[in-house]
């Protein structure tokens, strides 16, 4: 078991991407602490889950957008288990319009989930490891659109190469007190966040002519990932983005 005694805090972890990851880390010996902000359905069965596999387990509702929730669910992570070693920032939402069409309140939305809850979380975090004086972890799940355009969504792009270059910079803030920090670049994976595009056959299809594996990733595949970088084999990786996309990054095609 490779995270045995440790324990993380994975936001958004209610269901898909996340929910894979805090059941995968359970499987390797992590306690856990489920956030979720509006799927308490999901986040429950999350619970049961990894109790079953013998760890121990919180949920706690925050809004990632709200940094005062945020921070008590930090302390309350603490405050329950003793410590934290792991955070996950996994929580993301996107919404779909041409730049002409954003409004304020939709890129405030995506903005302050993806990229304002995701630091101050990491602030948090940072503050308890520093203050205990510990090592830790910072995973954040970014997407292959922290480089590569997606026209129709210009504030999730922002964010997201917005948590490209936090990686980079804490990575360089945090080096001395021996935390580390990357990103993990999913591509199509299938989880309700692309629930359009996955009830749409034609774009589906021409989704899969772009991805060299031929075939959606699934949150499995960024979990296996997500606990590499929580584990010991990846003490002296930081401020890298891994990418699990099957491969869409780097494609071109002449058609
Ligand atoms: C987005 C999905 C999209 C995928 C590949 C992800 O970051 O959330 O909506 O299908 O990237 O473009």
């Known amino acids: 078991m490779r995270l045995e005694n440790m324990v993380a805090l994975v936001t958004g972890s209610s269901r898909s991407i ?23 359905a999901g986040a429950k069965e999350a619970l049961a889950e990894i109790q079953q596999l013998g760890r121990r387990a919180i949920v706690i509702k925050a809004d990632m957008a ?15 288990f ?66 590569l355009a997606f026209p129709g969504f210009a504030p999730y792009c922002a964010s997201k190469g917005g948590v490209r270059m936090l990686a980079r910079n804490l990575a360089v803030e945090l080096g001395e007190l021996g935390i580390t920090i990357n990103n993990i670049a999913p591509g199509a994976i299938e989880t309700p966040i ?15 002519k772009q991805i060299p594996l031929r075939r959606l990733g699934q949150g499995s595949d960024v979990a296996a990932v997500a606990t590499f970088l929580a584990s ?5 990786v930081t401020g890298s983005t891994y990418f ?7 494609h071109y095609e002449e058609q």
């Open 66 to 80: 709200d940094v005062a929730a945020v921070r008590k669910m930090v302390d309350q992570v603490v405050s329950e």
């Open 18 to 40: 996340g929910r894979s990851i805090a059941t995968q880390f359970a499987a390797e010996g992590a306690d856990i602490a489920i956030n979720y902000s509006r799927d308490e």
């Open 244 to 250: 699990v996309d099957g491969g869409l990054t780097v």
């Open 194 to 208: 692309n629930k359009n595009l996955l009830a749409n056959k034609q774009l589906l299809a021409a989704l899969m």
């Open 82 to 147: 003793g410590k934290l070693d792991i955070l996950v920032n996994n929580a993301g939402i996107e919404k779909k319009a041409m730049c002409w069409d954003v409004t304020e309140e939709d890129y405030d939305a995506v903005v302050d989930v993806n990229l304002k809850g995701l630091f101050f979380a990491t602030q948090a975090v940072v503050r308890h490891l520093r203050d205990t004086k510990r090592k830790g972890k910072i995973i954040n799940i970014s997407s292959v659109h922290e480089d």
């Open 232 to 236: 010991k084999d990846a003490d002296y």
